[in-house]
Structures are given as C-alpha cells and as structure tokens.
C-alpha cells in the first residue's frame, strides 16, 4: 500500500480562469499548458490501518493543519472511490522553490493523485489521474502529461469529461521559458479567491469565456504549425485578456506591480528590435517569456540587467508524471 509518483510544474499558455463547479473544479473555459522540465514534486503515499488521521510532511517537516486538511479531503475523494476507510502517511518533497515564480499546487496534486491512487491500487489510466489530479487543483489536472497540453472544460454535470490530454510531444517542438522573478512574497489574492470574485462580480467576464475558447483554437494552429509568432501573439493577448477581467471584479484587484508593467514594456522592446520574445502572467506578480532557443541566453542577460529583476529561472518542455521506486 505504498507508492512514490513525481511530477512537474506547468505553464498555462491560455489559461484556466473561472470554475463552474467548485466542488468538482469544473472550468468555465478549457486551457493549454507546457508542462516544464525544471521543477517538480516528489510525493509518497503510505496507507495504513494502524494510523487513526492522515499525517502530511512537507520537505521532512509536519504540515501545518490548513493545508493537511487539502489534502485529506483530496483523499477523502480516493476513499470514497475505493470504498477504503484507511488513512495514509504523506510525504511530499517539492523542487519548487517559492522564488521559482511557478504554482506547486500543479505538480502537488499531480503527483500525490498518482501516488495516492497507485497506493490504493485503483488502477486508473492517465485519463483517470488526470480527472482526480484536477479534484486537488484544477492546473495539476494538465500536468498528468508531459509536453503541450490541452485539459477540455467538458459539459457534463458530474465533471467525467473535464480532464487534460496530450497534444504534442515537448520534443516536437522545443521552445524556451523564462520565469523572471520579480517578488516572492505570497500574493494578496489566491488564484481560487481571484478566479471566484471575478467570475462573480466581474461584468467582463462572459467575454472572457468566448475569448478564450477562440484563442485555444488559435494557439492549437499555431503549435500544429509550429508557428512562434502566431502563438506568442495569442498567449500575450491571452493573458491580457484574463487579466482584465479582474479590473472589472467587485472589489477590483490586480496582481501586478509597477516592475511586472517595466518587464512587459521591455519585452515588447525587444520585439520592436527583432527579437522574438511574449509574456504571460498567472496570479502573481512574476512574468514568464516565451521564445525560441537561440534567443534564450541574450533575453535571460537582458533581464538579469533589469536592477529589480531578483533572478531569472530557465525553463524548457518537460515530461508528464511518473512512478518511482520507493
Ligand atoms: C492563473 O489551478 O491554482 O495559473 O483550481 O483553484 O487550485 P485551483 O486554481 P489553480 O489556478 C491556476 C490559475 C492560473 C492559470 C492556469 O494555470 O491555467
């Protein structure tokens, strides 16, 4: 009854704004991610009769009780499926660093649902973890695959056809992502507290809903093509666009700082000077840039010169979740 499952983080090239069911983490709108090659969760899962509670360690200390209770009532979902009332020992070691600028919730729940579900001997297939993985948080549900990744919102009320599948290998087409780092400090507003106000009180958000849906067809042409210009235009827009809607919120927010703003100018300078380099924002304040290989080293440098940029992370395509001996 043990197992040990690893994942990575992922980047949403559109993003995932806005649930219609929260319980299920069911998404108004479908995404599309890279899954990246640099920073990952490495969780075991250990159940045992003899244990009376779930006991969580992160990177070898106790969980705190908020966050102990996630993820028991994440495994409370596998209980219910399985029909076993038995409690389990978790151990999460995560290669995410906070100043990486990127969720861990992603890589969290990816690999604690492919670890959990092994453990319990559940036997479910990529599509299975990826619909459990999406009950944790609803990112972690993209990070199952490795590469480029599509997760369908699906229409069903139950959530059975709201789960991520591949649609291109990372080595089909290998481009670069710079997480440019810019604060650490934990954001005000949560993607979950953020995405509900604005689906709530935003009177920009039906909008959002249909934009997105016609910038994922746009960006599924593009990596077919594989055409940089036609996907970066569609993930900057993108991201623009979802950030928009949280001006409209009630109360208004906004996760950007004045240096998130100098990072987007100087990006967009370095288009007007040839280069091609696109950002995207998620709920923070940190901004990542996509752009091709050969153009990685001089954009990093570029930024490193910025004096309020903190560091930049390098990041490439990187594989979906899998086992390890424990
Ligand atoms: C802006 O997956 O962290 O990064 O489902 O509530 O856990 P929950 O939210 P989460 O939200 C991610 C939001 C985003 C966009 C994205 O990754 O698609």
């Not at 000077?273 to 990685?296: H, M, R, W």
Request: proline share 4%; aromatic share 8%.
């Amino acid at each position: 009854m043990k197992a040990t499952a690893r994942a990575f983080t992922n980047i949403a090239l559109i993003k995932y704004w806005g649930k219609r069911n929260e319980s299920l983490f069911l998404p108004m709108n479908s995404s599309l991610s890279i899954t990246l090659d640099k920073f990952y969760t490495t969780t075991s899962v250990q159940f045992c009769e003899c244990l009376t509670k779930d006991v969580v360690f992160l990177n070898h200390s106790l969980m705190d009780e908020k966050e102990t209770r996630k993820i028991t009532s994440f495994l409370d979902r596998l209980r219910e499926i399985s029909g076993k009332r038995v409690n389990a020992i978790v151990n999460t070691m995560n290669k995410v660093p906070i100043s990486a600028g990127l969720a861990s919730s992603a890589s969290g729940f990816a690999a604690l649902a492919a670890a959990a579900a092994k453990a319990m001997n559940l036997n479910l297939d990529k599509k299975g973890l990826s619909q459990l993985a999406r009950q944790g948080s609803g990112s972690a549900c993209r990070s199952i695959y490795g590469g480029y990744v599509e997760w369908q919102r699906g229409e069903m009320e139950d959530g059975t056809d709201s789960y991520a599948s591949p649609i291109m290998d990372g080595q089909d087409w290998n481009l670069s992502i710079l997480s440019v780092i810019l604060s650490s400090e934990p954001k005000k507003v949560s993607s979950r507290d953020g995405m509900k106000r604005t689906v709530e009180s935003s009177p920009f958000y039906s909008n959002w809903v249909a934009e997105a849906e016609k910038d994922l067809q746009t960006a599924k042409n593009a990596i077919s093509k594989r055409d940089f210009e036609m996907l970066g235009k569609v993930v900057e827009a993108n991201a623009l666009k979802m950030h928009a809607t949280t001006l409209g919120a009630d109360p208004p927010f906004m996760y950007w700082q004045g240096t998130t703003y100098h990072v987007m100018q100087k990006v967009q300078e370095l288009r007007q000077s040839g280069i091609q380099a696109y950002f995207t924002i998620d709920a923070g304040p940190n901004v990542k840039i996509l752009c091709q290989p050969e153009d990685e080293q001089y954009i990093r440098k570029e930024m490193l010169d910025l004096p309020f940029v903190q560091d930049v992370h390098l990041c490439h395509p990187g594989p979906g979740v899998t086992y390890l001996s424990n």
